[in-house]
């Protein structure tokens, strides 16, 4: 595995107040911060809606991938977490309709709270570039 090192960072505030980047590349590794539903804007995309925000977070993932070479094909791990885990289902919709034939390793958990209130999932991914 290489050692070079590839940083994205989408210009979020939070990423020079929390020290992070939205993903990491390392050799053919490539990390995904926890991706939320925020709009260019700063505000949260679809409140209320599980299903919307999830697509969302997924597709601000999928651009981090693509910023470091990647692709959502080359995903191998995701980790959701939800404020609600009755609303499981909403989610899955969403990961299965992005994820179909790739089906990477999941994880989802209820947590109690996100870094905001509208904020009803987060979802992580781990990628291994190789084709």
Known sequence: MSSERRNVYSGSPWEEKVAYCRAKRVGDFVAVSGTVAVGEDGTTVAPGDV????????????????????????????????????????????????FAGIDPAATAVEVSRLVAPDFLVEIEADAIVSD
């Open 51 to 98: 299903y919307a925000q999830a697509l969302c977070a997924l597709r601000i993932i999928e651009k981090g991938l693509g910023e470091v070479g990647a692709e959502m094909r080359h995903v191998v791990r995701t980790r959701t977490f939800l404020t609600d885990i009755g609303r499981f289902e909403d989610f899955a919709r969403a990961h299965r309709e992005v």
